[in-house]
């Protein structure tokens, strides 16, 4: 039987399809942006999106759709699908609603500019010539926080923007639990033999080769050739079209291997995500992911708890002996080592399993303080440095490895980072569920991916957006983000050294 059998809700899913359309051709505009469109191309296509966006934001607020988006709310004994179909259109119409074109213009305008800035300053490793552009985007965003409301704080709203129902409390609980954790693993770490830098980071490789290892390891995880791309940009990301044309791109650097590797592992995670939604949910509003938390969980599930793995390893050292050559001097164990060692370093995007979320916690405390106004914008550098050395132990050479390494405040982006360590959450809390702590070890040894995917499908993928992210947390885990469930499973990893 059909999903959706409320005629009410049958009504809205044939109208979105029209709105599904501009997401879809929005979508296939911003890949070709990154991959095959020519330099040039950049203004026409910026004119091109911004229209797609006018009309989006036109047909979504149009007096028919919201009003029978209204109705549906008062429909009762609405199915999960149905009702889920009305939470994220209820959600959409009300943030356009309550946020004026012109703010969001503003902030538009504000951000491409500030990128630009951002570049140079952190090319000039100049913090000043940033300062002006920070000042405004923060200010830009507790307009935004005061337009779209909040329960206690401020920073709730944007933390909301980005993953459903999350606040600050939530956030914070997750951190106090966190860092102490986190900090006390790292001390045991150092020494071990996980600790420090492996020669295999410094080794150079061909990109042709490089490009057959990786889709060598997309066949071997069964990545469906004829759903799905690979392509190649400086910064990877996934998009999709829709269930059955969902793209991953990676990057070639010519030196240690992992990094492209593991790109395309942590990109295949999101992917899999998209293709493995219920094929009837496919152009309606439920068709897609539902938070960057819970779809960053499925990367991280991928690129940290299958493949940071020493059976996965031992799965793909033939591939690279064959493709890479000099990876055939080192024992599989050895491989793995490099795969996962740890280091403090003041870059987040070059931070382990380990260290990683300190930097998240980091950011999370200041950008809460430049949004609760604790803190002015042109103090950043010198608070950074100093959680810096209390969370790491180091301090950053500079500004462009301190305050400005990340592209999201000059993005206009405050309340985005916290969704990385839900990710980091979610990709335990699913081990946890699926192994109880050594089976995954035996599926990804006995290259078992089919039955990962299907445990992925069943807990995570086939809802789509139908569940909120705590509500499916709840329904599937039995709680929401649970941070012990990380601090297990580092702890098994990297201190009792199970099973590697
Ligand atoms: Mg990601």
Redesign the pocket.
């Known amino acids: 039987m059909s999903k959706f059998q409320n005629p009410v809700i049958k009504e809205i899913t044939e109208k979105y399809r029209r709105i599904w359309a501009i997401i879809h051709a929005n979508n296939l505009l911003s890949w070709d942006s990154e991959i095959y469109m020519p330099e040039r191309g950049v203004s026409e296509r910026s004119i091109a999106l911004a229209e797609l966006n006018v009309l989006y934001r036109e047909l979504i607020l149009k007096d028919d759709f919201v009003s029978l988006v209204e109705k549906g709310k008062n429909e009762k004994d609405l199915n999960m699908w149905e009702s889920g179909t009305i939470r994220v259109l209820d959600r959409e119409i009300n943030k356009m609603k309550k946020i004026p074109p012109e703010l969001l213009f503003e902030l538009q305008k504000t951000s491409s500019e500030a990128f630009q800035v951002w570049k140079n300053a952190k090319a000039q490793k100049k913090f000043d010539a940033f300062l002006p552009y920070l000042k405004k985007l923060v200010e830009l965003n507790i307009q935004i926080a005061e337009k779209l409301g909040y329960q206690e704080k401020p920073y709730d709203a944007l933390l909301d923007m980005y993953e459903e129902g999350l606040n600050t409390r939530d956030v914070k609980a997750v951190f106090d639990s966190l860092k102490p954790g986190l900090k006390n693993y790292l001390e045991k770490i150092k020494g071990g033999k996980f600790y420090g830098v492996h020669e295999l980071e410094g080794v150079s490789y061909e990109t042709s080769s490089m490009e057959k290892v990786n889709k060598e390891v997309l066949k071997m995880i069964e990545y469906p050739e004829e759903r799905a791309r690979i392509d190649v940009s400086p910064h990877p990301f996934t998009i999709s079209m829709g269930i059955n044309d969902v793209r991953i791109t990676t990057r070639y650097e010519g030196y240690d291997f992992k990094r492209s590797l593991f790109s395309v592992l942590?990109?295949f995670g999101?992917a899999t995500y998209e293709l493995q939604i219920d094929p009837e949910l496919d152009m309606t509003p439920i068709g897609t992911g539902v938070s960057l938390g819970i779809?960053?969980g499925q990367?991280r599930f991928w690129e940290n708890v299958v493949s940071r793995t020493l059976a996965f390893t031992e799965s793909v050292k033939p591939v690279l002996d064959k493709y890479l050559g000099f990876t055939s001097k080192y024992s599989p164990e050895d491989v793995y080592r490099y795969f996962a060692m740890v280091k403090p370093s003041p870059i987040r995007t070059e931070a382990d399993e380990v260290t990683y979320n300190l930097h998240i916690s980091l950011r999370f405390e200041i950008e809460q303080m430049l949004i609760e106004k604790e803190l002015k914008p042109e103090d950043v550098p010198e608070v950074w440095d100093n959680m810096m050395q209390d969370l790491l132990g180091i301090k950053p050479a500079d500004i462009s490895e301190g305050a400005l390494q990340d592209v999201h405040w000059a993005h206009g982006t405050f309340g985005y980072f916290p969704t990385y360590t839900l990710?980091n959450i979610v990709a335990s809390m699913m081990m946890k569920k699926l192994s109880g702590k050594n089976k995954i070890y035996e599926l990804v040894r006995n290259r078992a991916f089919k039955e990962i995917k299907e445990f992925l499908k069943e807990n995570v993928h086939q809802y789509g957006s139908s569940l909120s992210p705590k509500d499916l947390l709840i329904k599937s885990f039995g709680k929401s983000y649970s941070p012990e469930d990380l601090l297990d499973y580092i702890q098994y990893k990297y201190i009792n050294g199970i099973e590697y």
């Open positions: 942590h990109e999101h779809h960053e990367s990710g």
